[in-house]
């Protein structure tokens, strides 16, 4: 764990602007007209339907997507009862959360009232602002009280995180760890250290899985918690052992299959983990110190099965997990309450979460490459992308069936799909992408199997129904990396294009090759020897038919790609060049960046070229292109060399390809700036439209451009390069080229295949005609 310095952590909040969140505006707001709408006097209209309908507050305002984190600072982290406006630094930190996580937006509150009583007064006369409240960092037993009576008297979710929050992500766990254990719920002997809010909660809900009360043991700081203590609170009282024999920690543990630690650092010793049951379960939760270090935890007992509420030790319990898609679900369907048929629905569906395969994403922030269920992963990672689909999903749904929502949701993959699109996890048109390629998978040869990246992208492409890889390389170098990398090749070929057995191949795909490019001075010879290379052998098998697309670039260059490219598949007839796209998808929208690999300084017609192959690429992914020439000057205001190239490709194509929405030359500003650009230049070809696709001047403007995106940007994908231009579906990667970024590449060639087949059956079919 990265050591947290206080100057550093003083710094992070106050450098730039103070705080961590802030509020934007959502709709526009720079003319007249936009502040008439938003204020005075168009505000008038909904404000009438929404009092005529209070429901209709959802459909109109922010209530729907709306959080309070709300606390009076009586039990802040591990710091105490610091009090309300020293709490706000937690509040704004929740509010980040929320925000990344689960899209959703916070106002924190800090109100200045211990009195529960006036605390909720004060709560209810601020409920009609929010579709949700979480209550955060307030003190038991007062906490219960207020939590019971806001849940009575208000009609929106409201849930205190420190209780619920780690009970559900707790009981998600245990409910794995018991399964990995092999040991049933309803058997083992569990132990709580801990009686407060989070102590209490994570009990109950225990209970709800099936552990049975007889067998549970709470301590609190005088120790274990019996029947016949005087003055105990409602809570306690609930579960006070009638044990007699049970005073200490060391007594309760002894023979114990579960341990939950929800107290203070270093209290469970080494030997008393001895004393525990076979495959003991403990999780040690209080921080920043746990009841037990990891470390002396699995030395006492190596079969220990091990959980904390740390980043840097396996099986990390982190509220996280929950709340955000807790809420999220709930606002989704207007929920009036989070019960508890949503918060064992929560449970379910982290616990089943882990047992599916681990994203990449997942692997890469965790810099390992076989994360699966087992004793050290019973519980996703905080970074899991599924979490906001499938957890959100299960509390909506469980809302709904409950009676506790007021909309309802039919399309559930939509509903999950669209919560991946809101938080970036998956852009509409990677979706469209995907659910294209994979209703046609193609067969993909992969030139570099032996690169990880590579070999991983093959079989998660694979795995999302893409496509049929094929594998060029070693098969013993490939399959000892799977091994290391536990990745399943069940049902993926494998190629050795160097194996005698592949010799009549190589010969074939040499003879084919010679007769195509004898008249340039090859041999049969030279042209087998080029078939030990994995570029030419596979660009080969997609030549002949024996594959449909392939896939290169983590190691070779791109100048030895594109000519072996342009000699094996050559370039479209309707072209004299080709080129690359990349496709740069932001919260703004869809933009087309054009050429990004290929032509480093382009003349007047291969900048023709690549508008022509452009505006087929854009169409290609369903949208209309709209086009922008890319300069430093605007219409004729520079008369360099690098202009006049600019204005006379679009001359060109102004006359040639009257069709096409295309102008220039302009400057990025004014191409994506519809309102300037037509109010100063209003004789422009592109009058009232978005400008979707830049052609930029040079290579060295084009990859700039999308690298400093890639770079400053991180809401930002990147999808590239893509081919234009060949007469087959080859694509390129690079060698930074993640495993992500590889399967996007992978499922745009197979559409371009697909699409590639079915224009060859049009033409087979009026040929024949």
């Known amino acids: 764990m990265v050591k947290i310095l206080k100057e550093d952590a003083l710094a992070y909040h106050e450098n730039g602007r103070p705080g961590k969140i802030e509020v934007k505006p959502t709709k526009a707001h720079r003319t007249q007209t936009d502040l008439s709408l938003a204020y005075s006097p168009g505000v008038a209209f909904p404000c009438l339907e929404i009092q005529k ?22 039990a802040v982290l591990g710091l105490g009862d610091i009090g309300a406006i020293s709490g706000k630094p937690v509040m704004e930190g929740k509010g980040l959360l929320f925000k990344i996580y689960g899209g959703i937006d916070v ?71 018991l399964e990995v254990a092999g040991k049933d719920i309803k058997d083992v002997r569990i132990v709580v250290n801990g009686a407060g809010a989070a102590a209490v909660s994570c009990t109950k809900l225990y209970m709800a899985l099936g552990a049975r009360r007889e067998n549970i043991v709470m301590l609190d700081s005088k120790g274990v918690i019996t029947s016949d203590r005087e003055g105990l609170n409602e809570q306690k009282r609930l579960f006070a052992t009638d044990r007699r024999d049970l005073h200490t920690l060391a007594e309760a543990v002894n023979g114990a ?3 939950v630690g929800l107290s203070k650092g270093n209290v469970l010793s080494k030997d008393m983990v001895r004393t525990m049951a076979k495959d003991p379960i403990i999780f040690a939760l209080a921080n920043p110190e746990p009841e037990i270090s990891y470390e002396d935890a699995l030395e006492a007992r190596p079969d220990t099965l091990m959980s904390t509420g740390r980043t840097d030790y396996p099986n990390q319990i982190n509220n996280v997990i929950g709340f955000p898609y807790i809420f999220r679900g709930a606002l989704d369907v207007h929920a009036s309450a989070i019960n508890e048929e949503m918060k064992m629905a929560a449970v379910h569906a982290i616990a089943d979460l882990a047992k599916q395969p681990v994203p990449d994403v997942v692997n890469d922030v965790y810099k390992v490459n076989n994360l699966k269920f087992g004793r050290d992963y019973f519980i996703p990672k905080p970074v899991d992308p599924r979490l906001v689909s499938e957890v959100s999903a299960a509390v909506a749904k469980a809302a709904i069936e409950s009676g506790v929502a007021r909309r309802t949701i039919d399309d559930w993959e939509e509903y999950k799909n669209s919560l991946s699109v809101m938080l970036g996890v998956k852009t509409k048109l990677t979706q469209k992408i995907y659910s294209t390629a994979s209703a046609h998978p193609q067969r993909v040869v992969f030139a570099e199997a032996i690169h990880p990246t590579m070999l991983r992208a093959a079989v998660q492409a ?69 078939m030990f290379e994995r570029n030419y052998f596979g660009m080969m098998m997609v030549e002949t038919g024996e594959a449909d697309a392939f896939i290169t670039g983590l190691y070779t260059k791109y100048s030895n790609t594109t000519k072996v490219a342009k000699e094996v598949i050559g370039i479209r007839p309707e072209y004299k060049h080709f080129g690359t796209m990349h496709i740069i998808n932001s919260p703004k929208g869809t933009l087309y960046l054009a050429d990004t690999l290929i032509n480093s300084d382009p003349d007047t017609q291969e900048l023709v070229d690549m508008a022509r192959l452009s505006c087929t690429a854009v169409s290609f992914f369903n949208e209309k292109p709209v086009i922008a020439m890319v300069s430093h000057s605007n219409f004729g205001s520079d008369s360099s060399d ?22 220039g030359e302009l400057q990025i500003g ?94 087979k079919c009026c040929t024949t005609t």
């Open 107 to 177: 106002f924190d509150i800090e109100v200045d009232e211990k009195d529960p009583v006036k605390f909720c007064e004060a709560v209810e006369k601020i409920a009609p602002t929010f579709g949700g409240i979480n209550l955060e960092d307030i003190k038991a037993p007062e906490c219960f009280y207020i939590e019971e009576r806001l849940k009575r008297t208000l009609n929106i979710p409201v849930m205190h995180d420190d209780q619920h929050g780690t009970a559900i992500i707790s009981a998600a766990g245990l409910k794995n760890a």
């Open 642 to 663: 690098g202009s006049r190239k600019v204005r006379n490709a679009v001359a060109q194509l102004h006359k040639e390809n009257p069709e096409m929405s295309v102008d």
């Open 257 to 259: 299959d579960v341990f």
């Open 670 to 763: 004014f191409a994506l700036d519809r309102e300037q650009r037509d109010t100063l230049f209003p004789f422009t070809r592109l009058k009232d439209k978005d400008v979707n696709t830049l052609v930029f001047p040079n290579l060295t403007s084009a990859r700039s451009s999308y690298k400093m995106l890639q770079m400053l940007a991180p809401d930002v994908e990147i999808i590239g390069p893509i081919q234009m231009g060949l007469k087959k579906p080859i694509h390129f990667t690079d060698f930074a080229s993640s495993v992500r970024d590889v399967v996007n590449i992978t499922a745009v060639a197979v559409i371009d295949a697909y699409v590639y087949k079915i224009k060859k059956e049009i033409n």
């Open 462 to 530: 694979k795995a999302e129904g893409i496509c049929y890889p094929i594998l060029l390389g070693n098969e013993e170098r490939i399959n000892k990396m799977a091994g290391e990398l536990d990745l399943s090749l069940e049902g993926i070929e494998v190629i050795n294009l160097r194996n005698d057995k592949e010799a009549e191949r190589r010969e074939r795909y040499a003879k084919i090759l010679t007769e195509k490019l004898q008249r340039d001075g090859y041999t049969f010879e030279e042209a087998n020897d080029k």
């Open 53 to 74: 309908n209070p429901d209709d507050a959802y459909r109109y305002t922010d209530k729907g997507n709306l959080v309070a984190v709300i606390s009076n600072g009586t």
